[in-house]
């Protein structure tokens, strides 16, 4: 039944109306209100009500999430071990000024300048105690000035051994891939990192730095990363800390045989080499179809249907025409023998199919165009060579090949002439590629659908960059800092963010609530705490906003709830 208790704080008691029931035959705690102090007490005992002369009102939700999340890495004090306070060195730490970076990057990324201000609106006083107006960009930049290369590789270092700690990877697969990120960095600034290069996104004539990202198949963290120069290809660079990626899957992987899966783009003579030689690492890797045209012609009958989870969801949902279908070889690469299986899917083909028809007839209506404009010999149309060259431009803007049509200009009676047609033979292979896709391993001993899964959950660590890029959450992108040391510590803030952002998803689906961080973190942004000033008292209380149903999840997935006094307790205190 319900009692009352008392509980000592700082010499002072508060009072909780506490009902206690046996549970699986012990005694527990099934419910408790907080009343307050005695005189609190007093006063709902009169029925007096409280008169408020000022109210505030502070982001809290996000923030705390970000925070209870931290507590079980405790970033602040892992990066002061490797970089201790300076003599008279004052304010918050270099691992303090990390971690407010940090938690930004999980709320609501902004720019250093724009920090203070940001944290001013919040309840970080209460959450984790800072002078906000210690946080400015002047500040950071003389904080991170203090952090060198081998700083920034040791942090990493223990940052992913804390958090193989509490997740330990469990599959034997890794995933690996690459990505760059543009800034704004200008022509004449010095950099070794910011070059320009083939930018995902499209904007190639800005400056760039790459980043490599290893991240574990079962539970999707990161577990190694590094930055690299924006101008270096995809193989130079896996080439240059292969050794530094398998040391990290044999550092933090299970023992026994482990697999990395990477693209096409890094699966050189000398990647492969460097795999081979290590006798207790295996590979997956796709395989450009341009170097094995004869896997593509192989003939529809001799494709099987894979056993995968995808294909049982489809069978189930009547989709069977969409079913991934497989067929599996042998062949000689790189020297050794490997396992080869082609994968064929109907629903990519079509829609490449689709895409495909839809190119090749505006490809098809330029031609009548340029045909026409050479008939009417206008100006700058009478040269086959500057004729041709238009036509192949309209193929590279389309991004089709230049030999589906071939094209005719021939001089006939003084006049240029133009003629074409398709070439159905340079169509018909170039068909044959839609769907398909090819995979090559030296896991001789794996069925067909264990390597075609492996391959398939590449979309991990593609799902990982995109998060990066998002403007909200984690921002690496643009990047904004002027120097390659700043550009370190940034990206260092964002894999660490990054790897927050997937812990707390982890958390909630281990809590039955299985909800995207970004989703978690949106609700929790709306979630505000009030500081009101009562008549004749100088010191405020703060009282929670009543949660939604989403947030009391949240809180009750990290043993936390919301009290009717609105007040935020451990569950059972």
Not at 66 to 76: K, N, P, Y
Request: proline letters at 3%; one cysteine or more.
């Amino acid at each position: 039944m319900p009692h009352l208790h008392k509980k000592m704080k700082k010499g002072r008691p508060y009072y909780y109306i506490r009902e206690i029931a046996r549970v699986n035959g012990k005694p527990t705690v099934v419910s408790q209100v907080y009343l307050g102090s005695l005189e609190r007490m007093l006063e709902l005992a009169a029925g007096k009500k409280e008169e408020y002369v000022k109210v505030q009102s502070q982001e809290f939700g996000a923030l705390w999430l970000a925070s209870m999340i931290d507590r079980e890495i405790d970033l602040a004090t892992m990066i002061d071990e490797v970089i201790p306070r300076g003599k008279g060195e004052t304010g918050p730490t270099v691992g303090e000024y990390f971690l407010y970076a940090v938690f930004n990057r999980m709320v609501d990324a902004c720019s250093k300048r724009a920090l203070p201000g940001w944290y001013r609106d919040t309840a970080i006083r209460e959450i984790r105690p800072v002078d906000v107006e210690e946080l400015s960009s002047e500040r950071y930049w003389e904080k991170w000035d203090r952090v060198g290369e081998e700083d920034i590789l040791e942090i990493g270092r223990r940052f992913f051994r804390k958090l193989a700690d509490i997740e330990p990877p469990s599959a034997e697969s890794f995933l690996f891939d690459t990505t760059n990120y543009f800034t704004f960095m200008a022509s004449d600034t010095e950099s070794d990192l910011c070059q320009r290069g083939n930018n995902k996104v499209g904007r190639h004539w800005l400056r760039q730095v790459g980043v490599a990202l290893l991240v574990s198949c079962d539970n999707q963290l990161p577990y190694f990363y590094r930055e690299y120069e924006g101008n270096c290809h995809d193989s130079k660079l896996f080439y240059r800390i292969v050794d530094n990626v398998l040391e990290s899957m044999r550092s933090f992987g299970q023992s026994g045989r482990l697999t990395i899966v990477f693209d096409k783009g890094m699966n050189s003579d000398d990647n492969i080499a460097a795999i081979d030689a290590r006798k207790d690492v295996n590979f997956i890797t796709c395989y450009s179809p341009s170097f094995a045209p004869e896997l593509l012609r192989v003939k529809d009958e001799k494709f099987t249907v894979l056993d995968t989870v995808k294909n049982r969801e489809l069978r189930e949902a009547g989709k069977v025409e969409d079913l991934l279908k497989g067929y599996r070889t042998t062949g000689e690469y790189w020297g050794k023998a490997r396992t080869v299986v082609v994968t064929y899917n109907p629903r990519t083909a079509r829609k490449q199919h689709y895409d495909f028809d839809n190119k090749l007839f505006k490809l098809e209506e330029s031609l009548f165009v340029m045909r026409d404009k050479v008939r009417k010999r206008q100006p700058q149309w009478r040269d086959p060579v500057l004729v041709k060259a238009r036509y192949e431009g309209n193929c590279e803007d389309l991004h089709l090949p230049k030999d589906l049509y071939d094209l005719d200009l021939e001089v006939e009676k003084g006049k240029l002439a133009m003629r074409f047609h398709k070439n159905h033979y340079r169509i018909g292979r170039y068909l044959d590629k839609f769907g398909k896709n090819i995979i090559i391993t030296d896991n001789m001993d794996w069925e067909s659908e264990r390597i075609v899964q492996a391959s398939l959950d590449r979309y991990m660590v593609e799902k990982s960059f995109r998060n990066t890029k998002d403007d909200d959450l984690v921002g690496m992108q643009p990047v904004r800092h002027w120097t390659d040391s700043k550009i370190k510590c940034h990206i260092l803030t964002c894999i660490v963010t990054l790897a927050y952002l997937r812990l707390l998803e982890i958390r909630l689906k281990r809590s039955a609530y299985p909800i995207s961080a970004a989703t978690a973190m949106e609700n929790m942004h709306r979630l505000h705490s009030c500081l009101l000033w009562s008549a004749g008292k100088a010191k405020p209380h703060r009282m929670i906003e009543e949660p939604t149903e989403i947030q009391a999840q949240i809180f009750k997935a990290f043993g936390h709830v919301v009290t009717t006094g609105r007040v935020l307790q451990t569950v059972g205190s």
